[in-house]
Structures are given as C-alpha cells and as structure tokens.
Nanobody
Framework: VQLQASGGGLVQPGGSLRLSCTRSGRTFMSYVMGWFRRAPGKEREFVAAIVAHSARTTYADSVKGRFTISTDNAQNAVYLQLNNLKPEDTGVYYC????????????????????WGQGTQVTVSS
C-alpha cells in the first residue's frame, strides 16, 4: 500500500486548507484512514480518523468543529478539510491506514496503523 498526502501550504490564521491522501496498491475489505500531525518539537498526535465503509468519524478535541475528515465514493482517497486554522495547527500532517485485526482497535493511537504517507506541511502564520 502506498499513501500520498498533498494539499499543505502556508495560510493565515482563520484560513482553510484541504488535505488529500490518495491510496494505491493492495486493497482491503475493512480499513480505517487516519490523519496525524507533528508540530515542531512535539510528538506526533492524532487528528482524525474515518472507518472506510461506515463513514464513522473520530476527532481530537483540539480540532472538533473545525476539521472534517471524509472519503470519496471510490474510497481510494481520504480528505481532511481544515477550517478556522490556528497557529497551533502548524505541523506536518500524515495520513495513515489501519487494517483491523479484530473489533477492538484504537484509531487514535499511531501504533495501531499499518501504512503511512510521507506527510504534507501546514503552516499557519500571519
């Protein structure tokens, strides 16, 4: 599986960006797509996740109401709409894919994910 993230850039506070992550390679019946970010000098943190076939979503508290995760109809891409951006949203954003081995998994933990994209830089600054 290959994941390719794009859409990052420089935006002023209050602005918006739309990140995309396209997937290619092996296909799975069941999977979860997630977005994580790493701010300068900080650990990688969970942003949002979506269960591919149910469209059930999960968000970090810090982005609820501002970010929206979605998939396209063919389910070979996942998007992250970032609205009302703040300077603390600055970081490298990574998309990732989780293949559930059971009904018990935690989509907010980076250790749960099997595949990762290369990241796209988001900078929020005036």
């Amino acid at each position: 599986v290959q994941l390719q993230a794009s859409g990052g850039g420089l935006v002023q506070p209050g602005g918006s960006l739309r990140l995309s992550c396209t997937r290619s390679g092996r296909t799975f019946m069941s999977y979860v797509m997630g977005w994580f970010r790493r701010a300068p000098g900080k650990e990688r943190e969970f942003v949002a996740a979506i269960v591919a076939h149910s469209a059930r979503t999960t968000y970090a508290d810090s982005v609820k109401g501002r970010f929206t995760i979605s998939t396209d109809n063919a389910q070979n891409a996942v998007y992250l709409q970032l609205n009302n951006l703040k300077p603390e949203d600055t970081g490298v954003y990574y998309c990732a894919m989780l293949i559930p081995r059971s009904v018990l998994y935690d989509s907010s933990r980076s250790e749960s994910y099997d595949y990762w994209g290369q990241g796209t830089q988001v900078t929020v600054s005036s």
